[in-house]
């Protein structure tokens, strides 16, 4: 069986990823099996940037196939904040509680037809040295005023994807799997590991 390495230590990241590959008939890695790999700064101006970074750096030390991804939120009355930052919009240590209460403080007052915002997940897949493949997954959706729910992570207690009525954090992981951003992303990298590994 091939192996495939997610460049992630995120355990709610690692835990979704692991839900939506478990057909993908490949032994799943992660980084936490690989302690001399570092960090990757996130430093890039765009989402691929930093997906296509990461699974660069982690393939040179593993060379192992890699799938990597950044994510972000992007409100669009706020000019597509927090984007590339969403992790880390609250500062460098903040929680997801902390990202979540001040994007609702930026909200405040904004009426729900102005509060559209979108999901977006880069996925890069990096087979062989000097190879990477990247895909996009999209969510479209809108902000609440207040969080509901408790499951998921991220900005998930805070955005209705559209035609919804419930948060992300409100839903089933079954009924998340098949419209978030992230499932968007596995969905069309699919029929690229199928031909690639």
Same mark, same amino acid.
């Given at each position: 069986? @091939?192996?495939?390495?997610?460049?992630?230590?995120? @355990?709610? @990241?690692?835990?979704?990823?692991?839900s939506l590959l478990v057909d993908a008939d490949s032994e799943l890695l992660t980084l936490d099996e690989f302690p001399q790999i570092g960090e990757t700064v996130e430093d890039g101006e765009t989402l691929e940037e930093n997906a296509v970074k990461k699974a660069r750096e982690t393939f040179q030390v593993a060379n192992i196939p890699t #799938?990597?991804?950044?994510?972000?939120? %992007?409100v669009y009355y706020l000019n597509n904040e927090p984007g590339v930052y969403s992790s880390r919009y609250a500062g460098p240590r903040a929680t997801y509680s902390d990202n979540c209460k001040k994007l609702l403080k930026k909200l405040r007052g904004v009426p729900p037809r102005r509060r559209a915002a979108r999901f977006r997940c880069? #996925?890069?897949?990096m087979p062989t040295d000097g190879v990477v493949r990247t895909v996009e997954g999209i969510c479209q959706g809108v #902000?609440? %005023?207040?969080?509901r729910g408790e499951n998921g992570f991220g900005y998930d207690p805070i955005f209705?994807?559209?035609?919804?009525? @419930?948060?992300?954090? %409100?839903?089933s992981t079954a009924l998340k799997n098949t419209l978030s951003h992230r499932a968007k992303a596995i969905q069309n990298i699919r029929p690229i590991l199928r031909q690639l590994l």
């Open positions: 069986m @091939k192996q495939l390495l997610l460049a992630t230590r995120n @355990k709610d @990241k690692v835990s979704e990823l692991h #799938i990597a991804d950044d994510s972000g939120l %992007e880069v #996925i890069a897949f #902000i609440t %005023e207040i969080p209705v994807p559209t035609g919804h009525s @419930k948060t992300l954090a %409100e839903m």
